[in-house]
């Protein structure tokens, strides 16, 4: 399951990129002085994904945002993705890897937002379905690995919702066919996937 999930781990790769350490923040704050903050925000981050469940329709306008979000990256001119590029402001150097730092890079491209919209979502939702998704597969990739362990516990300390872990299970087939008819579909549009 976690292998069929690389496309989705890709973009969220993407999303939260940080190509050196955070630089100081604004009034010359260090990482480390921001360091309950972050905490802070990652502790939340971690209870709304471990909180959100996981259904098909959710899954599906996940798969309909990245496919339109992949369509409209494609039919962009190199000079649109160049002012892309420039939009983005350099944020490989922005370490907010939360919901809402995912949510706020999403936003600030109108064209992908608007697609993330048109799919039913809201850019944080998006951004936190794919960690459910992601976090559910890798728990359940533990529980693979660990078949005579508590699995309630397991995942338990794992942090992770095993209300997910079951459905990522349960709809293990139906999610590769419906990410191998999405391949096959970009693969088709000349879209790199």
């Not at 309950?36 to 502790?43: E, G, R, V």
């Not at 890897?97 to 491209?109: H, Y």
């Amino acid at each position: 399951m976690l292998s069929r999930l690389r496309p989705l781990a890709l973009l969220l790769a993407v999303a939260c990129s940080n190509k050196d350490a955070a630089p100081a923040a604004e009034g010359g704050t260090t990482p480390a002085a921001s360091a309950p903050a972050a905490a802070a925000q990652a502790d939340g981050d971690l209870a709304d994904v471990q909180s959100y469940k996981l259904t098909m329709d959710k899954i599906d306008r996940l798969y309909a945002a990245q496919r339109a979000m992949a369509v409209r990256a494609k039919a962009m001119s190199p000079a649109e993705r160049a002012a892309l590029d420039s939009a983005d402001g350099g944020d490989d150097d922005n370490d907010d890897q939360s919901l809402d730092g995912i949510a706020a890079k999403i936003e600030r491209v109108p064209a992908m937002a608007a697609a993330v919209r048109e799919a039913g979502l809201s850019p944080r939702e998006f951004a936190t379905i794919s960690m459910a998704m992601l976090q559910s597969a890798m728990a359940g990739s533990v529980l693979q690995m660990r078949p005579k362990d508590n699995a309630d516990s397991l995942v338990r300390e794992m942090k992770a919702n095993m209300d997910n872990v079951r459905f990522m299970r349960e709809h293990e087939a139906e999610i590769k066919q419906k990410q191998e008819a999405m391949a096959a579909e970009m693969k088709k549009l000349g879209v790199d996937s």
